[in-house]
């Protein structure tokens, strides 16, 4: 297989998922991730603790990998982290929890459905992907709540002063994002000095999603209100979104759809994210997209796609144009886990860190070629990458960080 599995050593449970990379200015290429019993790891006796996030290095390029690390477990599910380096050499671990109410008179009976072996095995507890899928129980297509009610909080911000080698002990919960906004995308720095943590919010009543950006202008020790995007678009663009900086002011923010259903849309800030403008479809289907800038200019978007013929998948699109048209979509694998992050490699090829789903998850590593300009061609479907051997040394400069 063209993939390694990096997350199945030391301490690691039985399900990794939702990673994210940064390569740090060291050299060195960190993952964190998610690590659990599923795809929500409900309290219990082995793990009274739910759901933790863990941190693994390479320092090699990632032909190797440390053994994972636990760098925060708090009472709570702590999920979907996501991790950047800012210019003054801090690390920052952004992520959201799942609280759980585990009084008996919560546990829900008869109402959880039903899937069959097939289903729970590619698809693990994961919602958004069994959503889509037929219960064995039920006529009726049916999101699984699980056996204890929770509520989300967060977002939360984590700060390391010495590569991830340490962190702090306690989380800062954002308050100024409350109620119910969720992150799931790496706090990004502006070059006026400021951060922006990318966010999301959903809006059952009125069944619709958008997402959002706190700003902080102190480096993290306070933040401002949350600054919606897509709002009035009055869409499910369910979570997830992500910015890159395309100039010295103009921000691309691209969102995730909803499944199969709504396409991924984006929408441009020229004030460095204090006003944005109306929401524009992408053209394509996309959750958790991913947004990195090449050495040479391009824009990779990496994302879980969808396409009839196969389902989901670890899709890829690229931008030769900032962000004004994209090729693609490029197979980067048949997993429907996804999440993928990507790492330019010191040789210029590339690095896609994501996730497989179902059982026994874990976190994958792919080295890939970056697809030549293919200007006029109509991609019929997903198209296979080019794939290197991870164990290769790569010859010549190191990367400049992400």
Request: glycine share 8%; with cysteine; charged share 25%.
């Amino acid at each position: 297989m063209p993939y390694k599995i990096i997350s199945k050593n030391g301490i690691a449970r039985e399900y990794q998922a939702v990673p994210d990379a940064c390569r740090l200015k060291n050299g060195d290429i960190v993952v964190v991730y998610y690590d659990g019993d599923n795809h929500v790891t409900y309290p219990n006796q082995e793990y009274p603790n739910a759901g933790r996030i863990c941190l693994i290095r390479s320092k090699d390029e990632g032909r190797s990998w440390s053994t994972p690390v636990v760098i925060y477990d708090d009472v709570n599910d702590n999920r979907d982290p996501h991790i950047n380096q800012m210019s003054d050499g801090t690390l920052v671990l952004s992520f959201f929890s799942l609280k759980f109410e585990v009084s008996g008179s919560h546990i829900l009976k008869g109402e959880e459905p039903s899937y069959n072996q097939e289903q729970i095995t590619k698809y693990g507890n994961n919602p958004d992907l069994l959503h889509e899928q037929q219960p064995e129980n039920s006529k009726k297509k049916v999101r699984p709540t699980g056996k204890i009610k929770w509520k989300s909080i967060g977002p939360y911000v984590l700060k390391s002063y010495n590569n991830g080698k340490t962190w702090q002990e306690e989380a800062k919960l954002i308050t100024t994002s409350t109620p119910d906004w969720n992150c799931s995308a790496k706090v990004r720095e502006m070059p006026d000095g400021s951060w922006l943590l990318p966010v999301y919010h959903s809006e059952p009543s009125k069944k619709a999603a958008w997402g959002g950006v706190i700003p902080s202008y102190d480096k993290g020790k306070t933040w401002g209100k949350v600054v919606s995007i897509g709002e009035a678009a009055n869409l499910v663009l369910a979570a997830e979104t992500d910015v890159l900086l395309l100039n010295n002011e103009t921000l691309f923010a691209t969102l995730r759809g909803d499944r199969s259903i709504v396409n991924m849309h984006y929408a441009l800030s020229n004030d460095l994210g204090k006003r944005w403008s109306p929401v524009k479809d992408m053209g394509f289907v996309g959750h958790s997209p991913s947004l990195t800038r090449l050495k040479n200019g391009k824009i990779l978007l990496s994302y879980r796609g969808f396409y009839d013929s196969i389902g989901y998948y670890t899709g890829l699109q690229i931008s030769h144009d900032n962000a004004k048209t994209w090729q693609g979509p490029y197979l980067i694998d048949n997993t429907p886990g996804a999440y993928p992050s990507t790492v330019e490699l010191m040789d210029g090829s590339l690095l896609a860190i994501y996730y497989e789903e179902g059982k026994g998850s874990s976190i994958r590593a792919l080295r890939f070629k970056l697809p030549d300009i293919e200007d006029g061609k109509s991609f019929t479907g997903p198209k296979k990458l080019e794939t290197l051997p991870l164990d290769s040394e790569p010859s010549g400069r190191k990367a400049s960080p992400n």
